[in-house]
């Protein structure tokens, strides 16, 4: 049988998105949803989103990836082909465990979609190469 | 947590949510009946069940539904297959400890959830569930139950399952709004929020932008601004604690634009986030003193003069405005426009919303009349200005460079002490230092070319808008460092004439402070043979302090830089003991060099240590790093100017 969550997820981003782009307030019916899909991580995430820690990384090729600053200071990087982060909850949480959808910081990225909050940034095709390869190695996260 | 943003506001109606949800279920056990108010209960028979990421899904059959949320298509549905998917959280499962075939009730507030290319919708937000037992059947079956632990399917979600927020609605709205139009476009379903600069007529009041927000077609409004300034703001300091070493990684500024309209208020305008300050310098030459064309801003805050202090002194030391202002709210007559108003006393940050480029600069029309540049002084003047906080612009030459000594910030969080100074102090002879000191923030963004000129040699610098205050000037928030001349400058009283002839220093004396720079002589009194060294630095940023490397034991290792060490240079220190007669009542100790080292010792043909001893040294430069007074002690290390 297919996978329910995921398409319940994308629906409520995308109804978050449309409802905010209505008013900012838009979003309040839209909290119980989201904590009720996403659990511990949507406080979280809504707090990264409102301090606008997350900056959409884009290259002259068109590659883009995501950058989270998170709330630690800690700069972490999310893929845009696929659900990935390099931060140490992710891979527990969601690889090792299956016990969530997705981290917080991949959250505050769909969030910081909906409501406009993401900072944009351009740089070469080296420095994305290198963000892209630091998120292997860095075992810390 | 942000006041008043997205993660409070979902905090506190979760904190309400869930003392309800307690109180519920408090009130479930307490009470073995059923609550009597039926109304919108969703009545569910679980068919198939399962988990995903924790939540349990449900596949369920809907037996009967009461009235109030009866709708004609439910009814349709529930003729035929009144199949729903239930969606409980992980403490909604553990407290039903559901089976299949198990009949639950679902009160409200349960939401209904419908996607798009499925039939089944889903019911979620069902934290207020309670199982119902059929009384014939519920001791045997509590006793099976009891005995087996279910085993509920798990269903792995695949990473590559990514969410797309863009509608095709989305992507048409995308496509329109790339199009360059001088004629309005209709849209046929999408909001006509979307439109082109060409369509609004341009004000010149920012206070009739920012208030009409929220009026409908505000974000059509454009404005007509003066910009004043151009500069790169650093993005939070947390931004630049993650970057490892020295590595010229994002450094996260946003540029920034302060704007000016016809009526002299002033905003600051935040663009987007560039990487490093590299351009900086073709901005301000390119934007500064043009007029440009705010459109569909964003207000990212209005700030007060008590909270922006930084920000303010900026705007002082533009006001009085140099042409009249218009005067808001009366007819503009030329009489009407005046220069004598009260300096401002609030401020709106602006910001752009993400994607569009609503700032359209007027490059190649003339300078505003309402610009102000900067007014240079002479270092002479600076120092001898009364006030406090006051933004002052100079040219400077950079003798020495230093970076603060603290190990535990990273390099790139450091203060950076540049010790400067220009002609005219050189050649005052009484009461004026010749070398002044000047700190360099973290907060204050260098480009890239700034900061590669300023370690390779000697630089002539324009510091723009740098801090004044208590002796001391400071390059903060808004300070701009720049290597070529701006196009306009009031260089009243400044002097900008090369240096003739050697750079000459202060000579230590009893004014002599720590962190500054000076010129000694004496003669050589002592020697600390123990502080006879010599080690290798990092060949690229002169860290003295460098690692095996762990992969190949032969190799160096610089752990600022984070990169092998190929060539490393090697230092060579001893410390001697001067008698100055400028300063006699002190202990002077140097930390003298190599090539001071072996000049002496050559010298005197000799290669004892001790023979140096009674030796003349003269006119050394140094940086003074300490000055204690019990004992009498200054510090000083040799250093070479630039």
Known sequence: ?141 | LCRGGLAERLCRLQNRERSAISFWRHQCISDAKMPSDKSGVLIVKILEMFEECTIQVAICQQLEQSPATLSSEDAVINAREPILKVLFARETAAHLKSRPQDVIHIYPPWQKLLLKNADVPVIMNTYFSQKVLLSEHSETTEKTYGLTKMLVRKNIVSLAQTFRLDDLDDELRQESSDQVACAPQIHNNCDLKQHHLALSAVNDSLLEMVESQGAVGWREAQVRVVIQRVYCLPAREGHRSHVQGNKPLWMFCRLCLLVQDAYGMFSEVQLQSLSSADNIEQYCKRWEGKFCCLAGMKILQRTTRGRALGLFSLIDSLWPPVVPVKVPGQSQDSEMMTTNLPPPSFCYILTIQSGEIHVEVDEEEQIANLYQPPAVHGLKEILQIGGCNERCSFWAQVLYLRLQAKHNIPINQREIWLFVTDSMLQNVVHNTPKVVAVSVAASCVLSTEITEALSVASQLVFFRDALWGNGRIICVERTVLLLQKPLLCSAAGADLSELTGPVRLDELDSTTQANSICAVRGTVVGVNESTAFSWPTCDRCGNGKLELCPQDRGSLYCSQCSEVVISPVLKMQLEVFLSCPSRSQSTVKVKVGLFVLINMLLSLQSYEVQSVLGKEVGLLNCYVYSITSHPNCVGLEEIVLL
């Open chain 1, 1 to 141: 049988m297919d996978c329910t969550l995921p398409a319940v997820a994308e629906e409520l981003l995308k109804e978050i998105k449309k409802a905010f782009q209505e008013t900012s307030h838009g979003i309040d019916p839209f909290s119980f949803r989201l904590k009720f899909i996403f659990g511990p991580s949507a406080v979280p995430a809504l707090d990264l989103v409102d301090q606008r820690s997350v900056t959409r990384v884009v290259s002259p090729s068109g590659r883009t990836a995501y950058q989270v600053l998170g709330s630690s200071g800690k700069l972490y990087t999310c893929y845009s082909s696929c659900h990935f982060c390099t931060c140490p909850a992710f891979g527990f949480t969601v690889l090792q465990k299956s016990e969530s959808l997705l981290c917080k910081h991949i959250l505050a990225v769909y969030l910081s979609q909906a409501t406009g909050a993401c900072q944009e940034l351009t740089v070469s095709e080296e420095q994305l190469t290198s963000i892209l390869l630091a998120g292997e190695e860095d075992d810390e996260g």
